[in-house]
Every structure is written in structure tokens, then in C-alpha cells.
């Protein structure tokens, strides 16, 4: 195989953004992310301080959403809140752009507030992710954020919240590798639920993608192999239910 497990494991995003999920579950959720190595934990933000202190000491990175789901806080807002995660420890921001000023074609306003966000981010070490939700969106306006993130230096260019009607295609996919810089990445959010689809959207280009599956993702990749399984019987099922 021409990867290695930490080549897949750090492609994920362990998601912990379901509203119903508990202290207990989130806790636990973190600690599933350490144990099988992912790229980043992304937690709903009140819940990022803990999860600050559980990753410590790994190489999992603490990650929030900033504007999230439906994008439609002022400027203003989403500089403070990702001001908080900052201060809270958070080292990746997942910001869901403006939706309504994209299909307006406001796209100073789009930009603006995008680049004060990465800005922000950057002066502090942070990297930003830039949620489009695609599924509300036509090429035009998805090949023009790509542009606008690029001018910006977004670290990534990501397809959706998870929580829109539809999640990452492999038609936006290879829309937003073909028109994002080289040095923005590409990540998938919504739909990569098995080890196969993570193959499939890899192939493409994409460096990142969200997933709530975790553990049934990398036991698979794990399983292909020949490694140890990790157990984890500690952690409740509902930490790791898809979206």
C-alpha cells in the first residue's frame, strides 16, 4: 500500500459537533482522537478548554467552528468568537463564510470577513479552514471563494458543515482542487463515513476530512494493515454516531 496509518489518520478531523452529545461524550470523544493519532478534535466551542487539556501532550490538535452552522453572524461576532478560541487554546478554526452575502455576490464583504478571520488567526499561530456548505451554492460562486481564499492564504478550503442537506461530492472536490492555490488544501466534510470513501477523496487531493466514524474508519485502515486494533471499550457508542 502506498500509505502508511499515520498518512490516513492524520487526514481526520475527529467531529464532536452533535448538540445532543454530553460532557461525558465529548471527553470521551477526545480521547478516542488521541488514542488513534487524528489530525485535530473539532469541538463545539464552550467545550474547547477541556479539550485543550485532554489533547495535551499528543499531536492531536484542538480545533473549534467559528459562524457555525449557517454562517450568518456579523463580522463582528465571528472576530470574537474566534478571538475566544484563540485564548482558549484552539490552534484550527473552521469558519463558515457569510452564505447569504456569497448568493448576494457581495463578495468585498465575503472577502473582508474572511481575511480578517485568517488574519487573526495566523498573527497567532492558528490555521483557518473556510466552510462554503456547497449545497446551497453554484459552480460560480464556489470557484470564486477557492479564488478569494487563496488571495486571503486560507489554510483550507472546506465543502460543508456536515449539518446543511447535502455533505462533500466528488464533482466540488476536484471543483475546489482544480480552482484553490496549490498552497490552500482541500477538505471534505459531510459523507466520508468509510475507510474506502477516505481512500477515494485522498486520491483526489484532499488532505483533511471531517468524520464523526472515526473509529470505524481507522479500525478498517488499521485492519488493511495488519496493525493492532485499539480498544476502546471505555468510550460510549453515541461519541462516535454519525451525522
Given at each position: 500500500m ?7 489518520s492524520?487526514m ?13 461524550e465529548?471527553?470521551a470523544?477526545?480521547r ?48 470574537a468568537?474566534a ?5 482558549d ?30 488574519t ?10 473556510v466552510?462554503?456548505?456547497n449545497?446551497?451554492l ?9 479564488e478569494?481564499?487563496g ?20 464533482a466540488?472536490?476536484k ?20 475507510f ?8 483526489l ?6 468524520a ?24 460510549p ?7
Amino acid at each position: 500500500m502506498d500509505f502508511t496509518y499515520s498518512d490516513i489518520s492524520k487526514m481526520i478531523d475527529h467531529s464532536l459537533l452533535n448538540p445532543m452529545l454530553t460532557a461525558a461524550e465529548l471527553e470521551a470523544g477526545c480521547r478516542l482522537a488521541v488514542a488513534y493519532d487524528c489530525a485535530s478534535v473539532c469541538i463545539m466551542p464552550f467545550a474547547l478548554p477541556r479539550c485543550v487539556e485532554i489533547l495535551a501532550g499528543s499531536t492531536v490538535q484542538p480545533s473549534t467552528t467559528i459562524g457555525f452552522p449557517h454562517g450568518g453572524h456579523t463580522t463582528s461576532a465571528k472576530i470574537a468568537e474566534a478571538e475566544r478560541a484563540l485564548s482558549d487554546g484552539g490552534t484550527e478554526l473552521d469558519m463558515v463564510v457569510n452564505i447569504s452575502q456569497v448568493l448576494s455576490g457581495q463578495w468585498n464583504y465575503v472577502r473582508d470577513e474572511i481575511a480578517a478571520i485568517v488574519t487573526l488567526a495566523h498573527a497567532r499561530g492558528a490555521k483557518v479552514k473556510v466552510i462554503f456548505e456547497n449545497c446551497y451554492l453554484r459552480d460560480e460562486h464556489k470557484i470564486r471563494l477557492c479564488e478569494i481564499c487563496g488571495e486571503v492564504k486560507a489554510d483550507w478550503v472546506k465543502t460543508s458543515t456536515g449539518y446543511g442537506t447535502g455533505g462533500a461530492t466528488i464533482a466540488d472536490l476536484k471543483l475546489m482542487r482544480q480552482h484553490a492555490p496549490a498552497y490552500v488544501q482541500v477538505k471534505a466534510a459531510g459523507g466520508v463515513r468509510d475507510f474506502d470513501k477516505l481512500l477515494e477523496v485522498r486520491a483526489l487531493g484532499v488532505t483533511r476530512c471531517g468524520a464523526s466514524r472515526t473509529a470505524e474508519i481507522l479500525d478498517d485502515a488499521r485492519r488493511r494493515l495488519n496493525l493492532t486494533p485499539i480498544t476502546l471499550s471505555a468510550i460510549p457508542a453515541s461519541s462516535q454516531s454519525g451525522y
